[in-house]
């Protein structure tokens, strides 16, 4: 069997996690952290790291820089089995960093863009035909080296016979500057959470939100938290509710590894209500353990953890 190809498009950041802060951060004052955790970022590369866990054979197309951080992330994909031949390196800026200060169940994340801005399409390997078989774009308005290409990327994915998904993610400065009515008909699935669908649409109800999109929609596959997800294509609607966790740690990445479980069913040809599953069971999967890629160590844990707490058998095909 010849192994689907999956190319995942998006920024690159380390994150550096402080925990156990003995308050929430005050300026003007110092604090302390009990405990501090670096690891990779960014959805893009939970969706690729975890997508690579899952068995599928996959590549990271992203810009970091000449710097330890940099460096940090390559070895972190390598070690991750995600191929990074398409990540190039630039002297002049530098990676991109997410600081997170945990207190409790509050969060406050700054992130540091820095040479996620320097993503063009022009770095984007699309061939003809592409040697891969799905792209995946993720993060648009963290990355302003492809905002107002996104349209032509997607349109070439598809001139090169790839299936192609987009997860925007939130718009830090709240815009919303992307033309679904434009981009959306390149894009096979397109993957919101609820409060993205509503601001990208600027509606207050889930409904008129869809009816805004849907004339120029293919699939959505629309991510509900504890609610699990909906499938809309064409005249099909599907909804699949949340795997129950027992022991929740956080939802870091739920979003991230949901698209991961989709997509992976998706290429492999199954039905929406299968994908739809699938991506529910790895988004639960994921709240099971820290962070985005915790649950994520290799096949045989995520078959193990998955038979365990809800008496399923892995099937990737
Ligand atoms: N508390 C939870 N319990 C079970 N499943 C969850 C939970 N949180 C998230 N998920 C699963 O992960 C998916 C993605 O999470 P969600 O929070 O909706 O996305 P995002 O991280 O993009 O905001 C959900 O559709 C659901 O299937
Ligand atoms: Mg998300």
Redesign the pocket.
């Known amino acids: 069997m010849l192994t689907p190809k999956l190319l995942v498009v998006g920024e690159l950041n380390v994150d550096l996690i402080l925990n156990k802060i003995q308050s929430f951060p005050q300026v003007g004052k110092e604090m302390i952290a009990d405990d501090m955790n670096m690891c990779l970022g960014s959805s893009a590369a939970i969706m690729a790291a975890n997508s690579a866990a899952m068995g599928v054979d996959t590549a990271f197309c992203g810009v970091v820089g000449e710097d330890y951080f940099g460096d940090f992330i390559l070895n972190e994909l390598e070690r991750k089995s995600v191929s990074f031949r398409h990540v190039t390196r630039l002297r002049e800026h530098k990676t991109g960093c997410t600081m997170i200060l945990n207190f409790g169940q509050d969060r406050a994340n700054v992130t540091y863009q820095g040479a996620m801005n320097a993503l063009t399409i022009n770095n984007i390997p699309f061939g003809k035909p592409s040697p891969y078989q799905h792209l995946h774009v993720s993060s648009l308005f963290l990355q302003k080296g492809i905002q107002h290409d996104i349209e032509q990327i997607f349109r070439s994915a598809k001139a090169a016979g790839m299936t192609t998904s987009l997860?925007l993610?939130w718009d830090p400065t709240e815009q919303w500057a992307f033309d679904y009515a434009r981009c959306l008909p390149y894009v096979d699935v397109f993957m919101p959470?609820?409060?993205?669908l509503l601001a990208l649409t600027k509606t207050d109800s889930i409904e008129s939100g869809i009816e805004k999109i849907r004339p120029y929609l293919n699939t959505l596959a629309l991510?509900?938290?504890?609610?699990?997800?909906m499938g809309i294509s064409g005249d099909q609607r599907v909804a699949v509710p949340?795997?129950?966790?027992e022991h929740?740690v956080d939802?870091i990445?739920?979003?991230?590894?949901?698209n991961a479980g989709f997509i992976q069913k998706y290429i492999s040809g199954a039905s929406l209500e299968d994908c739809l599953r699938e991506?529910?069971l790895?988004?639960?999967l994921?709240?099971t353990a820290a962070g985005g890629t915790g649950a994520f160590c290799n096949l045989n844990k995520i078959s193990e953890n998955i038979k365990d707490f809800w008496g399923i058998e892995l099937s990737l095909s």
């Not at 949340?242 to 966790?245: D, I």
């Not at 990445?253 to 949901?258: I, K, L, N």
């Open positions: 997860d993610q959470n609820e409060s993205e991510k509900m938290g504890r609610n699990g997800s949340a795997f129950e966790v929740f939802a990445g739920a979003g991230d590894s949901f991506g529910n790895m988004g639960a994921n709240t």
